[in-house]
């Protein structure tokens, strides 16, 4: 069903009654590359745009108080910070006690999601490290939820073989000691935005100009904090790495550590204990990745097919094991 329709009607309204006095909403158009939300585009009378996250599938509506919840207070959390481009809160019914769904009305970045593999891809990946190096450093005065694993021994679903029957072994063991640190927890190029083209390093709201191809590459916005946590640097390299690999092939998901700690990112883990954190989130895919794959397509990955993914993402856990074991 359409935003038109009947069932969304109260939330139509509820939006209304946040807007400046004066403004009406013109227009909605649906935002590609979501999975647990339905995401949509607001533009106003006076050309201001807003982004609505509902959530509407029956497990995350149940989970949507928390997840809303956190999001808006993350969102307040990192309002000041210059170096990390998030968007405005504007409301929040978690409960949708006024609304359809649970819902959360925030401010439209710049810059679009941007998952092509084209030649900006290398620079790309730089500003994805250095990103992530500066969310970490953030020290909150309360700190957020300790991660929650997605995956576990008993959950996983693999295509069998002695590779992924190490691999899930590797997990049963206790989670390694680690130093905490502020997660995002869902970081990946689906959840960035980007402006600009060439070999620009700007990030967040400074200008960079690049080198002669116009504005320069930049990170315009880092979206979706509902899964904001409190743990180990380790995962949120883990959590971009895989998605890289699955993306781009292996050697971008092996490769990710590196420009990570060459952007001045925390210590990480070594050996047998970041193999446990790649492979925690590796295996929350297996066994082909399909979960991630409808987003991905809606944003032009067609190649994307659930048998590229599932031999992409054996390739990156052979790798990971090769390297860590």
Request: with cysteine.
């Amino acid at each position: 069903m359409g935003f038109d329709d009947q069932e969304w009607a109260a939330t139509r309204a509820w939006v209304d009654k946040q807007l400046p006095a004066g403004r009406e909403v013109l227009n909605w158009s649906v935002l590609h590359g979501g999975w647990t939300s339905e995401m949509r585009r607001l533009t106003l009378d006076d050309g201001t745009g807003l982004v609505l996250r509902s959530f509407v599938k029956p497990f995350f509506r149940l989970h949507a108080p928390g997840l809303l919840n956190r999001e808006a207070t993350i969102l307040t959390l990192l309002a000041p910070y210059d170096d990390i481009p998030t968007p405005r809160l504007h409301a929040v019914d978690p409960t949708a006690e006024l609304t359809d769904h649970p819902s959360l009305l925030m401010s439209l970045l710049p810059g679009s999601v941007r998952v092509a593999e084209d030649a900006d891809l290398d620079a790309r990946l730089d500003l994805l490290a250095g990103q992530l190096a500066r969310i970490h450093a953030v020290v909150p005065e309360e700190r957020p939820r300790t991660y929650q694993a997605w995956t576990s021994p008993e959950r996983v679903s693999t295509p069998g073989g002695p590779l992924w029957e190490r691999a899930v072994e590797v997990i049963q063991r206790e989670a390694p000691a680690y130093e905490g640190c502020f997660l995002h927890r869902d970081f990946h190029p689906g959840n960035v935005l980007f402006t600009g083209s060439g070999s620009g390093t700007s990030v967040g709201t400074g200008t960079g100009t690049g080198t002669g191809m116009g504005e320069g590459l930049r990170i315009s916005g880092v979206v979706d904090w509902v899964e904001t946590s409190w743990g180990p640097a380790d995962l949120d390299v883990a959590h971009c790495s895989t998605a890289l690999a699955l993306l781009y092939g292996a050697e971008y998901g092996f490769g990710f550590r590196e420009r990570y700690e060459a952007s001045g990112g925390r210590p990480l883990a070594r050996d047998q204990d970041h193999l446990y954190w790649r492979l925690l989130d590796a295996l929350a895919y297996a066994p082909d990745a399909e979960k991630v794959a409808v987003p991905w397509r809606d944003l032009g990955r067609t190649d994307l097919t659930p048998e590229v993914l599932g031999a992409r993402l054996e390739a990156y856990v052979g790798g990971v094991w090769e390297r860590y074991a």
